[in-house]
């Protein structure tokens, strides 16, 4: 089995968000960059599947510029065998979508697994268009992935509730938890990493049809207005008649 | 600028954020026609005329009552090719967004989706989405004839001014290949209020202490019409279901009116609910970083807060 997990390079959960240049560029000073939290969900069940089943290969992708290899060969020390990091900013989604489906043409993967959605442009929709482009069948969020031969078992999540669904592979999914635990590298994995191949290819050329204007802060919360837990009648009617949100 | 708008059924009615959704598409001033997929009601129909659908087009095969996304994607671009439309609005949702994906790379569209605002069409057509998980906005223009919008709920008002209309019958041509995905079964929390829709959410964190404790939670929620929702470690450890997770890794909410009772404020908690206009904090203590992102606090016991504020919200109605 040949799976390809597609991985982002994004902010840690935890970072402030702050914009540079007219507010045009991200300001990266200070900010730890991660493997997308929902991509790391789509490696750990790649690997898992490897685990499962000897001769699987997991090879990881991800498009963007050479400051993302850190992040790419994390994934390698979780356990993928090799790596492509297509040489472009990932300037939106149809242009990543586009170098996927190009790099994934001619190599027949049986799964390409990615997050639901990366969390800096949170398009949800990378592993859709990569499907149609490939004219392969596409899902997410998928919460639950197991294989029987060439069929597909998922789980997708849906509002408020789960829906069961059976589809043959080649498969394109979009993952979320709890499809699998989130793998930390050990010092094996780690040592591994270093030596495992790491191709760089050069991006194809899209017309994309968007083109970003200015990124916006939501304007700042006004103080808290505290009241006295003995009170609660307070509260309810300043929602009422203050916030008018009762 | 001529919309086609999708339209998302639920046990025959249209969805909410649907509903908006035609309301957004008629603010573009032009002609508006909705798609309906699979079985629904006349009231559905004269509900989405009212919102500022032209037109409504049906298509009440019960093979479509699942929410079959490539049957829907390849309905919606015929729909598209018939009506001649180049724009296409519908919900932010599991079903409306890898719809919308799918339309946008058959057609080359530009598309955006989480969209949060009526466009600004003063130079080009630039929409405002939310990005980094709630954190941030990004303003960007949609260059194509070809546009995929997917908005978030709130995005617009749903209006009620439109015209009386009637279904005209659509009948896509699907194939085996467009019902490939096998659904299986689905299993959907019924009768509750649905979390991602919902006008009031009341969520608890790990100091609610345990499953067992969650009654009064629920209490509130009934009282004041809302739905449930927690933090990530309630639904890891199994107190609550999955889809009830909210945050950055769950689902995002954008209520009128949250209350976040014995949840810290973890930023990746609040990825998922700072979109809420108004915040209310339960924390026995004073200083969990949640209170600063609230617009009312109490600090306080929620075991002895919750019993006492269910009662004034009984007693103001
Ligand atoms: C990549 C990543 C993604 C994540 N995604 C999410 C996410 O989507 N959603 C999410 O929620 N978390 C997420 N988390 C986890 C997050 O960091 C926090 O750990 C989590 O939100 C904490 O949950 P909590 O507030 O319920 O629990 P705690 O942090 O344990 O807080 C419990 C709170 O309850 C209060 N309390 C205790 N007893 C009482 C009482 N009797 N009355 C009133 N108050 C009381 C305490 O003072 C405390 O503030 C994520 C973490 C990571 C690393
Ligand atoms: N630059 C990128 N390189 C590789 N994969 C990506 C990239 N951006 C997004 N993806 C994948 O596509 C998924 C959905 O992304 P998005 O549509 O941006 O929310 C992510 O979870 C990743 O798995």
Known sequence: MKILVCISHVPDTTSKINFIDNNTKLDVNGVQFIIGPYDDYALARAIEIKEANAGTTVTVLNVGPADTEPTIRKALAIGADDAVRINAEPS?????????????????????????ESIDFNGGVVHSMVGELLGITSLSPVMKLELEGNKAKLAREIEGGKEYVEANLPLVLGCQEPIAEWKIPNM????????????????????????????????AKGAVKMIAADNVAELVNLLKNEAKVL | MNTLVFIEVAEGKAKKTSLEAVSYAKALNGQVTALVLGTADAQTVLQ??????????????????????????????QAMQTEGTKTLVLANTSLGTPIAAKVAAKLQASIATNVTELPDTSAGFVVKKSIYTGKAFSKIELKNDYKVIAIKKNAATIEDNGTDVTATLFSPQLTDADFAVKIVSTEKASGEISLPEANVVVSGGRGMKGPEHWQPIEELAKALGAATGCSKPVSDMGWRPHHEHVGQTGVKVSPQLYFAIGISGAIQHLAGVNSSKCIVVINKDAEAPFFKAADYGIVGDAFDVLPKLIDAVKASK
């Open chain 1, 92 to 116: 939106d989604s149809f242009f990543v979508a586009s170098q996927i489906a190009a790099y994934a043409k001619d190599k027949n993967f049986d799964l390409i697994l990615m997050g639901r």
């Open chain 1, 188 to 219: 094996r994995g780690i040592m591994s990493a270093r030596t495992k191949p790491l191709q760089v290819i050069e991006a194809i050329t899209v017309n994309t049809g968007v083109s970003l204007k200015a990124f916006e802060l939501p304007p």
């Open chain 2, 48 to 77: 989405i005329g009212k919102a500022g659908a032209d037109k409504v087009l049906h298509a009440p095969d019960e093979k479509l009552n699942q929410g079959s996304i490539q049957a829907y994607a390849s309905s919606i671009l």
